[in-house]
């Protein structure tokens, strides 16, 4: 399947806002709430939308604290790429975790009530960590942006709706 303007235009409006209701969406797109839902569904089995979640205020719940964790493996190795991966997805602490090219193997994302909750993550889940050599921590001081999906993503439907 192939995005055409009109699922471009869906697209961006759900990613701003999940919960607009079919009505909403179908007089901002211009189609009958009915397309809009075709549209929709076929957009979701077409896996262009994969869930719906919602923001929620990490201060407010008492996670203040975002840590980025580079990580360096003892190998590269398949195994010691597995083995890690498996590892990591057990950590309740991590909300998100990446394969790096460079110096550092993984970058993971971890969020903590203040610094004394980091040392227990650090302690409990990030050292026992398989076939890790080197850990670095940089703790964030505050957002700067927060995207889900960058707008410039959508450029391209707002030049063919002004045509």
């Known amino acids: 399947m192939e995005l055409d303007r ?15 209701s079919q009505v909403d969406l ?3 797109v211009g189609l009958s709430s009915t397309a809009i839902a075709r549209r929709q569904k076929t957009l979701e089995d077409e896996g262009y939308i994969r869930g719906y979640q919602a923001v929620l205020d990490l201060d ?10 580079r990580i360096a493996l003892e190998s590269q190795s398949d ?13 309740p602490s991590v909300i998100r975790c990446f394969l790096m090219s460079g110096s550092d193997d ?3 994302i971890v969020l903590a009530r203040d610094i004394q909750d980091f040392e227990r993550i650090h302690r409990t889940e990030l ?3 398989p076939r ?7 703790f964030a001081m505050r957002d700067v942006v927060n995207r889900a999906v960058p707008p410039v993503m ?8 002004r045509k």
């Not at 195994?79 to 950590?91: H, W």
């Not at 890790?132 to 940089?138: A, L």
């Open 26 to 28: 179908a007089e901002r």
């Open 154 to 161: 959508f450029d391209q439907g707002k030049r063919a709706k």
């Open 6 to 20: 009109i699922d471009t235009l869906i697209l961006e409006e759900l990613s701003t806002n999940a919960r607009v």
């Open 79 to 91: 195994e010691a790429l597995r083995s890690f991966e498996a590892g990591v997805l057990k950590c």
């Open 60 to 69: 407010r719940m008492g996670l203040s604290t975002t840590v980025l964790v």
């Open 106 to 108: 993984y970058i993971a």
């Open 127 to 129: 050292s026992r960590l």
């Open 132 to 138: 890790v050599s080197r850990i670095q921590s940089s």
